[in-house]
């Protein structure tokens, strides 16, 4: 009697110390989270004015704009660029300076800045605004210019668009362009095809690359007064067209060519950030159910509840020697929360709904 006495004040004791842990854990894990902004490079005057905290505020204003950028559809991005510095810089988790140097009286620093992901998200929402996953995508980019007055077509290099799509490599957008290979046999079979070519699937081009499910085609028709652009949108099995008029200008002028090939970046990023959105005014409680007695599962667990970010926050609302349960608010429908766990090789069994999850 003595020893089993001795036994179950032990277990009660582990079980007890062991649910302290996870408590400690869960919550430390959650605020630890940080978005993380590469490459921000900071360039200024180097004078007897020159001040170190001048520049490291300036990298966190810029670190935050590029991280609004590909967090927001760009119509939010004018009020959430317009926030003060006070604000921003409650937002920063830590940074480092990767790189600086003096040179010819001037100064060059590269940043990194890593921004607390839940007082982000925290923010957004009180502003009701909803953020995109942040998704890098690669994609298969294929521009045509279509002269109308001589039906015509620019391929390549001649193509103002093909030749100064990726000439100016900013890091705000998700989608990252693959340009189309230098093909005689496409450009033979988008000029057989010129009088129909909005209606042209293109199967023929995009079948050689092993981006096929994913592209862009960006169709530029040239009038005499505008450029008529028809983009065909083709990702993760999402597709859309649409059409954008920008007035003519000259070839030789790039800040047009630039400002129209960043207007159009913008509208394929939207477009992708839409299909990645996370919709917020969706609240979504589950029940989760661990084995207490499999320790690192559940720290897995912890983990991969840290990376979905589906999930706006968790806690464990009950505990003994044999469930753990966390109690999950999640801003999606259920398919999408479980699709999510799946990606990590979780399964799921759905009982009352309560989720007991296993390897």
Same mark, same amino acid.
């Given at each position: ?22 408590? *400690? ?6 605020? !630890?989270?940080? &978005? ?22 300036? !990298?966190?204003?810029? !670190?935050?704009?590029?991280?609004? #950028? ?10 959430? =660029? ?26 060059? #620093? ?16 009180? +502003? ?33 668009? &093909?030749? /100064? ?22 450009? +033979? ?10 209606? &042209?699937? @293109? =199967? ?16 530029? @028709? +040239? ?34 060519? =630039? ?12 477009? %992708?950030?839409?299909?990645? *959105?996370?919709?917020?005014?969706? =609240? ?29 926050? /968790? ?39 309560? %989720?007991?999850?296993?390897?």
């Amino acid at each position: 009697k003595i020893m089993k006495k001795i036994i179950k004040t032990f277990l009660y004791n582990f079980f007890i110390l062991f649910f302290i842990y996870l408590c *400690l854990f869960s919550t430390n894990k959650v605020f !630890a989270n940080t &978005y993380k902004i590469e490459n921000i490079e900071i360039s200024n005057e180097y004078s007897t004015n020159f001040n170190k905290d001048d520049i490291i505020d300036k !990298a966190f204003i810029k !670190a935050f704009q590029t991280l609004i #950028g590909k967090l927001t559809i760009s119509k939010n991005h004018k009020f959430l =660029k317009e926030q003060n510095l006070k604000l921003i810089k409650s937002f920063v988790d830590s940074f480092s300076v990767v790189n600086e140097n003096f040179e010819d009286s001037k100064y060059n #620093g590269i940043f990194e800045i890593n921004f607390d992901k839940s007082k982000v998200l925290s923010f957004l929402r009180n +502003q009701n605004i909803f953020h995109s996953s942040m998704i890098e995508k690669n994609i298969l980019f294929i521009p045509i210019f279509i002269n109308l007055d001589n039906e015509s077509v620019l391929l390549f290099d001649e193509n103002p668009f &093909y030749k /100064y799509w990726n000439y100016d490599k900013n890091d705000q957008f998700l989608l990252k362009y693959i340009l189309q290979n230098e093909d005689l046999d496409d450009y +033979q079979l988008i000029q057989d095809r010129i009088n129909f070519i909005e209606n &042209y699937d @293109f =199967k023929e081009i995009i079948s050689k690359y092993e981006l096929n499910e994913n592209y862009i085609i960006l169709i530029v @028709f +040239q009038d005499i007064d505008n450029f008529k652009t028809f983009s065909k949108f083709n990702i993760n099995s999402v597709k859309s067209n649409f059409k954008v008029d920008f007035k003519k200008f000259r070839f030789d002028n790039m800040d047009k060519i =630039k400002q129209l090939i960043i207007s159009l970046k913008t509208r394929y990023d939207d477009e %992708w950030k839409k299909i990645n *959105l996370i919709n917020t005014s969706i =609240k979504l409680n589950i029940q989760l159910n661990l084995d207490s007695k499999n320790i690192f599962f559940i720290e897995k667990i912890e983990k991969i509840l840290d990376e979905i970010e589906l999930i706006e926050k /968790y806690h464990i609302s009950y505990f003994n020697n044999n469930v753990t349960r966390y109690s999950i608010l999640s801003n999606s429908t259920p398919d999408k929360l479980l699709n999510e766990l799946k990606k990590f090789n979780i399964k799921v069994s759905n009982d009352n709904n309560i %989720w007991t999850l296993n390897e």
